[in-house]
T-cell receptor, first 116, second 109 residues
Framework: NAGVMQNPRHLVRRRGQEARLRCSPM?????VYWYRQLPEEGLKFMVY????????ESGMPKERFSAEFPKEGPSILRIQQVVRGDSAAYFC??????????????FGPGTRLTVL | KNEVEQSPQNLTAQEGEFITINCSYS?????LHWLQQHPGGGIVSLFM???GKKKHGRLIATINIQEKHSSLHITASHPRDSAVYIC???????????FGKGTKLTVNP
C-alpha cells in the first residue's frame, strides 16, 4: 500500500506563472488536507477536502489559490499568478473515511515551490 | 499567543540521554498529534493521542487533558533521532490541525 504521493517534489516558477501541485492519497483514503510551511515558519492548515467537496477552506488565501479533489484522480492545489511570497513547502495529508474524528493523518513528502 | 506552544525551541543532547519535549495548548481538543520532520523535509506521524499514554519503541507520548499539556519522551537518544518534532492539535468540532512551531533536536554522538 503506497503512501501519500505528491508531485512534483520540486517546482520552480517565475512570478506570474501558475503552479499546480498534485496529491494522491493513500489507497482507501477519501479525506485530503493541504498544509503550507513557509521558510523558517511552522505548518499552517490551508484546506480540507473530501471527494468532490471542499469541507473547510478557512486557511486558503482569498485570491489566486484554489483546490479540488475530483471523483477520479489526485487532489490539485492550484496557485495562479505566483509571487515570491508563495515560495514554500506544500504538504498534503490523507486520512480514511471515518464516522469518528480521531484518525491519524498520513503526510506526503511535500512539494517545494520556488518562485523566481 | 499561539494556540499551541512548544518548548524548548532547540535542544541539543548527547547520545544516550533521555529527552523530553513539551507541548501546551489553549483550546479544547479532540486529538493531539506528535510529528517528526526529518532534515530532508519529510513528515512522519509518530503518535495520535486523546488521553493517557502511548509507547512505540524508544518513544513515549503522554497527555494531560485537564492541564492541556502533552510531552514527548525519547529514551536512549541516538543521532538518528535528530529532527524537528512538531506538536499539532485538532480542536473539537474541527478537522484541521493547528501546529506548534516545532522543537529542533540535535543528538550528538
Amino acid at each position: 500500500n503506497a503512501g501519500v504521493m505528491q508531485n512534483p517534489r520540486h517546482l520552480v516558477r517565475r512570478r506570474g506563472q501558475e503552479a499546480r501541485l498534485r496529491c494522491s492519497p493513500m489507497k482507501g483514503h477519501s479525506h485530503v488536507y493541504w498544509y503550507r510551511q513557509l521558510p523558517e515558519e511552522g505548518l499552517k492548515f490551508m484546506v480540507y477536502l473530501q471527494k468532490e467537496n471542499i469541507i473547510d477552506e478557512s486557511g486558503m488565501p482569498k485570491e489566486r489559490f484554489s483546490a479540488e479533489f475530483p471523483k477520479e484522480g489526485p487532489s490539485i492545489l492550484r496557485i495562479q499568478q505566483v509571487v515570491r511570497g508563495d515560495s514554500a513547502a506544500y504538504f498534503c495529508a490523507s486520512s480514511p473515511p471515518s464516522a469518528g474524528r480521531t484518525d491519524t493523518q498520513y503526510f506526503g513528502p511535500g512539494t517545494r515551490l520556488t518562485v523566481l | 499567543k499561539n494556540e499551541v506552544e512548544q518548548s524548548p525551541q532547540n535542544l541539543t543532547a548527547q547520545e544516550g540521554e533521555f529527552i523530553t519535549i513539551n507541548c501546551s495548548y489553549s483550546v479544547g481538543i479532540s486529538a493531539l498529534h506528535w510529528l517528526q520532520q526529518h532534515p530532508g523535509g519529510g513528515i512522519v506521524s509518530l503518535f495520535m493521542l486523546s488521553s493517557g499514554k502511548k509507547k512505540h519503541g524508544r518513544l513515549i507520548a503522554t497527555i494531560n487533558i485537564q492541564e492541556k499539556h502533552s510531552s514527548l519522551h525519547i529514551t536512549a537518544s541516538h543521532p538518528r533521532d535528530s529532527a524537528v518534532y512538531i506538536c499539532a492539535v485538532r480542536s473539537r468540532g474541527s478537522e484541521k490541525l493547528v501546529f506548534g512551531k516545532g522543537t529542533k533536536l540535535t543528538v550528538n554522538p
